[in-house]
């Protein structure tokens, strides 16, 4: 496994892979991996030849009240677990060469950048567009993998593919849970236990308003049950909850109740319930995806 510590490592790579033919699959992330980060490199490694892991704490997404300096880190481990995937390089590039001091375009999303974790983020979705639509010009890569944990980014990564037309085939892994239904995160580590506790009901509530939308509820009643079981938990505060269309991100219900997008909604179709809370100084997110059939 290489190491490419530089950006022109990684292009020299690339050249070569590609020129070889040979297809490069890579997996973004943050660092301090865990198994959903595991699992998105274990998607990739039968569809590629040459596997790439971006290990990159992005600056440019976080606001300046946010955690970017206590963001947790552990490079020796995290390239351990990658060599184990049977990872073939990892890029590792400076903040200093990715951001230049005359670092001056970036990739501006549209109004869905907006919504949910945009309204609290402001400027978060056009830091990752940006580094993603770089990290893909680097490592030129094939195929990418992303994890349906960050849906509003998966959804705004696909419209970015579409829309400047990247040549790159978006490939998303489906959420890695504990065994009570929290999604891993890296953030995790900092929940203190009765927090970690308390996280436990995110998942529950979700299953129940995806199965109440499956059922044919009306997506606000589908809300009720999950909004009363996290407001139950002293140790959560909800940030947001929104049922939305999955082909658009329009919100057809939630709170708080401004995340509508001025578009027609189909009565049919694929449905996705997100959620944003902060347990303490932890911010979390989830979400789950449900099928409404028509009736
Ligand atoms: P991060 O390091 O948090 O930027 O995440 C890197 C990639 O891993 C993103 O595509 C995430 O959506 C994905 N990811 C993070 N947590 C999970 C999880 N629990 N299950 C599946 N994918 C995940």
Redesign the pocket.
Known sequence: MEVLRSLDEARRRAGAVKDAGRRIGL???????????L??MRLLRPRCHDLWVSIFVNPAQFGPAEDLDRYPRDLERDLALCEAEGVDAVLHPQPAEVYPPDHDTWVEPGRVAGLYCGASRPGHFRGVLSIVQRLFAWSRCNLA??????AQ??WLIQRMVRDLELPVEIVE?????EPDGL?????NVFLSPAERTAAGVLNRALARATQRLEEGAPPREALETALEAIRAQPQLELEYLHVADWATLASLAGWPADASLPVALPAEGERVVLLACRAGRTRLIDNRRAVVAPR
């Open positions: 997996v973004p992330t943050m660092g301090y991996l865990h198994e959903g980060h699992s998105l993998a992303f994890g349906a944990k960050d980014q998966l892994g489906p959420v890695v849970r999604a891993l995160s890296s953030r």
